[in-house]
C-alpha cells in the first residue's frame, strides 16, 4: 500500500506540459486546429492569444457537431477561423488544483481533457483523464 494514500496530488504532478498539447493561436484557421488535434492524438487543441492566455478550446466532439449543424462544404468549414468554432469559457482548472477534485470535474462534465491555466489565465498545461486516473489508481 502506498504512503500518499492521504497526501494530495496536484495537477502539475500528471498534467501534459505545453509541448506535449495541441495547441493553436487565435487567428488559426479550423483545418489547423484539427491537423493538431491528429498530431497529438488528442480529442482537444487549445486556442492561445499572443501572450499564450486560454481564449478557447474545440474537441473532436464540437467538431463533428457542427459538421451536422452547418450547412456549408466540409472544405469550406476547413479554412473558418477556428476560433469561431471554439467554446469560449472552457471549463478550467489551475495547476494547485488537486488530482482529486479535478478528476471528480471531468466526471460530472462527462469530458476527457481540461485546460491547466495560472492565476493570469496563461495555459500552463492539459491534464487527460487517462495518466489522472492511471496515477489515482496507483496512489490508493
Given at each position: 500500500m502506498s504512503t500518499m494514500t492521504n497526501k494530495p496530488i496536484n495537477i502539475?504532478?500528471?498534467?501534459?506540459?505545453?509541448?506535449?498539447i495541441p495547441l493553436v493561436k487565435s487567428n488559426a484557421i479550423l483545418k489547423e486546429a484539427v491537423e493538431q488535434m491528429n498530431d497529438y492524438n488528442l480529442g482537444i487543441v487549445c486556442i492561445i492569444d499572443?501572450?499564450?492566455?486560454?481564449?478557447?478550446?474545440?474537441?473532436?466532439?464540437d467538431i463533428r457537431r457542427k459538421l451536422l449543424k452547418v450547412q456549408k462544404p466540409f472544405s469550406a468549414l476547413l479554412i473558418d477561423?477556428?476560433?469561431?468554432?471554439?467554446?469560449?469559457?472552457?471549463?478550467?482548472?489551475?495547476?494547485n488544483d488537486t488530482l482529486k477534485n479535478s478528476?471528480?470535474?471531468m466526471g460530472e462534465k462527462q469530458i476527457w481533457d481540461l485546460p491547466v491555466v495560472n492565476e493570469k489565465g496563461i495555459l500552463v498545461?492539459?491534464?487527460h483523464l487517462h495518466p489522472a486516473v492511471k496515477l489515482l489508481l496507483k496512489n490508493s
Open positions: 502539475n504532478q500528471v498534467m501534459l506540459k505545453m509541448n506535449e499572443d501572450d499564450d492566455k486560454l481564449v478557447g478550446v474545440i474537441t473532436d466532439g477561423d477556428a476560433i469561431d468554432h471554439s467554446i469560449k469559457n472552457p471549463i478550467i482548472i489551475n495547476a478528476v471528480e470535474i498545461g492539459l491534464l
